[in-house]
Structure formats: structure tokens, C-alpha cells
């Protein structure tokens, strides 16, 4: 996966609308899945229930929880087809790009030792790995506006990077993909 140079201003706004369309898609279609379910499906009647007699373990006999908790699965399932069904769109770009490098960064966080200590021993494709790493770590926290750490992974790049000139490496001619994790076991 190539790193792309995205539009910060653009991929905050989206961002927001995101996550602001989530939480409420999701508190809405909870609320409406819940009450559906109860309306269909419950046999509980319409009793005032005593809240100070409720103890942490047991809900009230007769409670409507599980179809509360249907609604909110359901509501979970349907946003994430709206969230699959949009991943492509030209609004969505940004966001799942780095949703995507988000998640090879964690593929990467997982074999990171193995890595590091082949690195150390001058592996090229090892090289090439961290390169990616933590360039997309810096792209990340420039995007997040997280710079208390920005300058250890600066540190870090600046060092990888010397380790790459002095073996004379292309990084260009090879670019990263995640089927070079897979000889880090």
C-alpha cells in the first residue's frame, strides 16, 4: 500500500461527519430497532418498575433488555453495511485510507520486534518495512495533530533512513506491501 499525501482540512471534516453520523445513526436505529422488537415480540406488561429494588446482577423479571440488545446489534449491523457500501466513495476517501493504513500499521505493530531485530542485521526488506512504518506513523500523527511524539518517530525515521543509505537501498524501486510481513514470523 502506497502512502498518498492527503488534504488534512478535508479528511478532519469527514472525519467529524463520520463519526457525528455514527453515533447518532446508531442511537436512533437502537432506539427504533428496541422498541420495534419490544412492540412485536414482548410479553412483558406495561409496569412501572421499582428501580431502587434492582440489584446489579439481575435485571427485573420480565425486562425487555435482550430486545434492546438485538436493537442495538442490529443498528450495529446496519451501520456497518452503510459504512461498507460507502468505503469507495469520493466523501469517504480520506477516512478509509487511513482507516486502511491504520490497520497495516497494526500489522506491522505485531511482528515490529522481529522486524526491528532483522533491521538491525541489515535486512533490505526489513528496512523497507520500518520505512513505511514510520513514515505512516508521521503522516498519521501530522493528520491527528499529534506532535508530543511526532519527534521519536522523526528520530526513528531519521535513523532507519541512514541505515538504508548506507546499504545503497532503492526504497523507491520496491515499495511496501503487506505480503513482506509474512517472512516475520
Given at each position: 500500500?502506497?502512502l498518498?499525501d ?7 471534516k469527514?472525519l467529524n461527519?463520520v463519526?457525528?453520523?455514527?453515533i ?10 428496541g422498541?420495534?422488537l ?7 406488561e ?8 434492582i ?5 427485573p423479571e420480565?425486562?425487555?433488555?435482550k430486545?434492546?440488545l ?11 453495511a452503510?459504512l461498507h457500501?460507502v ?7 480520506e477516512?478509509?485510507y ?11 505493530y505485531r ?8 533491521a ?8 523497507r518495512?520500518l520505512?513505511y ?7 498519521l ?8 511524539t511526532?519527534s521519536?518517530v522523526e528520530k526513528n ?23 513482506m510481513?509474512?517472512?516475520?514470523k
Open positions: 500500500m502506497q498518498k492527503i488534504d488534512k482540512a478535508r479528511y478532519k469527514h461527519i463519526i457525528v453520523g455514527f447518532s445513526s446508531l442511537l436512533i436505529l437502537s432506539l427504533i430497532f422498541q420495534l419490544i412492540a412485536l415480540f414482548s410479553t412483558v406495561q409496569n412501572v418498575i421499582d428501580l431502587a429494588k440489584t446489579a446482577e439481575q435485571a420480565g425486562s425487555n433488555f430486545f434492546n438485538i436493537g442495538v446489534v442490529l443498528a450495529l449491523f446496519v451501520n456497518a452503510i457500501r468505503k469507495n466513495s469520493d466523501f469517504f476517501n477516512v478509509y487511513v482507516w486502511q493504513i491504520k490497520q497495516v500499521q497494526n500489522l506491522i511482528k515490529l520486534k522481529k522486524i526491528k531485530a532483522a538491525k542485521e541489515g535486512d533490505e526488506q526489513a528496512l518495512i520505512f512504518y514510520y513514515n505512516s506513523i508521521k503522516q500523527y501530522i493528520l491527528d495533530d499529534n506532535t508530543i511526532l521519536s525515521l531519521q535513523d532507519i533512513t541512514e541505515s538504508i543509505n548506507e546499504k545503497n537501498i532503492d526504497i523507491d524501486a520496491l515499495p511496501f506491501d503487506k505480503a510481513l509474512a517472512d516475520y
